[in-house]
T-cell receptor, first 112, second 114 residues
Framework: GEKVEQHESTLSVREGDSAVINCTYTDTASSYFPWYKQEAGKSLHFVIDIRSNVDRKQSQRLIVLLDKKAKRFSLHITATQPEDSAIYFCAASSSGSWQLIFGSGTQLTVMP | DMKVTQMPRYLIKRMGENVLLECGQDMSHETMYWYRQDPGLGLQLIYISYDVDSNSEGDIPKGYRVSRKKREHFSLILDSAKTNQTSVYFC?????????????FGEGSRLIVV
């Protein structure tokens, strides 16, 4: 079955710098790649997604890149702010699938 | 109001006791999920429910069972809890399947089995 690997378990950046979190997946049939954010002690909520028919998507300070050939996708957070500090989870799902497979999470810390 | 509600939020049980975790959603979503979250492992899918009385095992179903008798309500049951089931359990729902649909998560239920 699908496996999603999240490469950075922790990441620290200075406020205002960019943060990049990388994920790889194994199933070539995967076509939907969302990202979820979990603030300390709280639940997860959706932040941005990308589908396999595009290779870049931006929503305000968040950019997602998808490289289908390498089976790799990444989340770029520009101009980081302290409130960006959280655990970020990447995930993947195949078209028509009922399941979402999550990576192990990246703890992002934005230092003032 | 687009909300997923989990009860209880915190629970301490002795090994061998039964555990009932409850989840409700107010969005009339067809699909509901139970995940557990452990440090370094991310979220692992325990069970998925496609609708009332239509449930399927996820990646780690052993030691768990589920019940969905109403669309808005999905329960996770641990018969005879074990210490390795100490974890944070998250319920989620989506309009249909996970592909292309946002999952809405509850606040989590922290279970400690001693």
């Amino acid at each position: 079955g699908e496996k999603v690997e999240q490469h950075e378990s922790t990441l620290s950046v200075r406020e205002g710098d960019s943060a990049v979190i990388n994920c790889t997946y194994t199933d070539t049939a995967s076509s939907y790649f969302p990202w979820y954010k979990q603030e300390a002690g709280k639940s997860l909520h959706f932040v941005i997604d990308i589908r396999s028919n595009v290779d870049r998507k931006q929503s305000q300070r968040l950019i997602v890149l998808l490289d289908k050939k390498a089976k790799r996708f990444s989340l770029h957070i520009t101009a980081t702010q302290p409130e960006d500090s959280a655990i970020y989870f990447c995930a993947a799902s195949s078209s028509g699938s009922w399941q979402l497979i999550f990576g192990s999470g990246t703890q992002l810390t934005v230092m003032p | 109001d687009m909300k997923v509600t989990q009860m209880p939020r915190y629970l301490i049980k002795r090994m061998g006791e039964n555990v009932l975790l409850e989840c409700g959603q107010d969005m009339s979503h067809e699909t509901m999920y139970w995940y557990r979250q452990d440090p370094g492992l991310g979220l692992q899918l325990i069970y998925i429910s496609y609708d009332v009385d239509s449930n399927s095992e996820g990646d780690i179903p052993k030691g768990y069972r589920v019940s969905r008798k109403k669309r808005e309500h999905f329960s996770l049951i641990l018969d005879s809890a074990k210490t390795n089931q100490t974890s944070v359990y998250f319920c989620a729902s989506s309009l249909e399947g996970a592909s292309g649909n946002t999952l809405y998560f509850g606040e989590g239920s922290r279970l400690i089995v001693v």
